[in-house]
Structure formats: structure tokens, C-alpha cells
């Protein structure tokens, strides 16, 4: 498939978060001053995500805006629309409401939607995407006092971190061995789960939800595979998302398993990129498109678009960055590490009491992961960029 390059003029960018908020700001700022529409689906302002199972989850804030103002980078934003159809021959996109918008250059950036659990609805029931998801699971976990999370990935680790400080009862049920081992192995997976346990999380690690059904006080509990069960009174989901593409179903926009996208964020068509969650860009060391759902690549790939809209654009070759708060630590991740690679655990810092994860495949150094230990993780950075051995990966993180 052939990734060319469009143009600037009117540009219109369907969805409303960090990606959407980095191109209009970079366009912006770069001289750009074609009309602008942002569609966004929410009835709020483009807002951060991270902190919705942190710091919004807790009740420590009710938002987190991107910005405090928008007047000043001249911007129709449409509130509460959704895009239903892109019609490239009349280069327009199509609202929920049956208006029409054309567009010189597109930008598909509304992200995902959250996996749910077949059977498992109704009351109670959450998934945390959005801001009035999370304020309503806070909702409900304030007036019941306890939680159950289906899945042990990021979202869910720190669901459960946060209902355990609003002093609620939790129990997080996962696949696999150990919480976060899809991503980072069953090693670093055993320290994180220990982190929980400590924290008085119940771990129902290698089991599957069977059934949601009624419980004896007529309230509902969750069947698991082992044959035991568990309270449902309010449950997360935290099972992960799909990319948002229905809309562009017969357009001719390439999609798979996201928007498909060179290393500028250009489609299988001229005039329209795409950024966030719902591309998978070419990664242009190993040829690869990767869909990465990490606040850094958002933000990054948002700002590469605007700039090859304007004719500046330089293909995007980042270091993944993420990260993600739980309790009192912050677990830091830089590269691709995968569940699979060799991984060397050691303790850093003055007291030994933070750990330090490197991860290597075929001798090659893939990844880094740190508990509360910046400094370590991120003099790593220079060496994953330009793709050093495992070996001397080891030995600068001993150093």
C-alpha cells in the first residue's frame, strides 16, 4: 500500500483528546491558518486520561483539563457529535446530527472503545474510558465500599490501587499468572502483584469469569473457572479497547486493527492521517505498524501530523515512554519490552528498595522498567535509541 502525502487548507480532526489537542496547538503554532473543527464525542472540553483511575477515581479532582483556554487557537469545537460516514470523493465527513463538513485535510483521531464482558451488564457495571465514566464508578464504589476488577492490565492495577486508598474493599480477578503480564512478564508481574497483596488487594490470578449471576442476599457475584466465587455488587471491567473504526467501514480508508498509517501519519489516502489510539503507524527502524496506547505517543504523533499537514512532516522515531501510578510507586516503561524477552531483575537506589527490570531479546536490549526509579530507567533512554545490546544494557543499569 502507497502512503502519500496531503495538503493544509481547512482541516477538520474527528475526535477530542490528547492527540486532537496536540495537532490544533501544533498547527497553531507553526503558522497554520486554515479553519479548524474539532468533533468530539463527550459533551466536555478535551481532557487528560490518565488521570480518571488516579486522581479523578480518588476524588481528588473532578477533571483534568488539556487546556484552560481554547479561544486563543481560533477552533469550532463540536461538542457531543460523532462522525458517522467519511465520504472521500466529496472529501466530507458526515455527523450523527446530518451535518456535513468538508475538509481539505482530515484527521482521524477518536480512539477507542473499551472492551466489555459478554453477560456482565447492568448496574454497577463499569468501564472507565471517559471522565463520566470514572466519576461514576466513584461513585458507586463510595456508596458500597468495594470493587471487583475483571482484568489485570494498567487500567485495572490502578482502579484497584485507587479503591484501596478511598478505603474499599477490592478483589481484582485475572487470566493470566500474575496482573501486567501480557505486558511485562510473570517476573516483573509477581512484583507488582506482591505490591497489591501487600496493599490488601485479593488476587484471583489464573482464573477466568464464567457467569455473573444472582448471589443468595439476591445481590450479584461473579462464577469464576475455578469453581469459586466472588462479590459483584460494582465491577470494572479493565479488559482493554478497540480501536474506533466502525465509522470508516466502506470509506476505502485502509484499517487493521487501527487506522494503517506511514511514519508521518498518513493514510491509504491523500489528505488524511491519523494519530492516538486508533492508528497503528509504521515504526520506521523495523518496518512494522504499531498501535501503541501510551499518553506519550498520542501527544507525539499528534504533533508530527500537524506538521506534515504543513509540509514539515518528519517521520515520528520515539522511544516508548509510559507510565503508571499505583500506591506509592510509579512504574516507569521505556521501548517494547515483550512478556517473552529475558529479563534481568535487580534493586537500585540508595536503600536497594526500588526495583529495575531490563529486558532483552536475541541479545538485543528491548526495554526498561523501573518502580520509583526514574533516574535509572531514563539514562536508558540514549542506548534503547539506538538499539544497543542486551549486554551493555545490563551493564549500564549496574553501573
Known sequence: MELTAGGGGRLVVVGGGLAATRIVEEYRRLGGDGAISVVAAEQHLPYDR??????????????????EEWSSLDVDIKLARRAVALRLGDRSVLLDDGEELGYESLVVANGATARTLPGLTGPRVHVVRSLDDALALRRDIAEHGRLTVVGGGFIGCEAAASARSMGAAVTL????????????????????AALHERAGVELRCGTAVVEARSSRDGDRELLLSDGSVVDATVVLVGLGVIPDTGWLEGSGIAVDDGVLTDAVGRTSHPGVWSAGDVARWRDPRSGERVRV?????AADQGKTVAR????????LDEVPYFWSDQYDRKLQMLGRPEPDDDVELMSVGP????????????????GVVGASAPRWVMRMRDLLATE???DDALALAQS
Open 50 to 67: 490518565p488521570p480518571l483511575t488516579k486522581a479523578v477515581l480518588r476524588g481528588e479532582r473532578d477533571d483534568s483539563p488539556l487546556r
Open 308 to 315: 506534515d499537514i504543513l509540509g514539515q512532516g518528519e517521520p
Open 351 to 366: 536503600t536497594g528498595d526500588r526495583l529495575l527490570a531490563v529486558y532483552g531479546r536475541e541479545g538485543r536490549f528491548t
Open 173 to 192: 480477578v485475572e487470566t493470566l499468572p500474575t496482573p501486567l503480564a501480557r505486558v511485562l512478564g510473570t517476573r516483573v508481574g509477581a512484583e507488582v
Open 388 to 390: 544497543g545490546s542486551y
Open 293 to 297: 496506547e501510551h499518553w506519550t505517543s
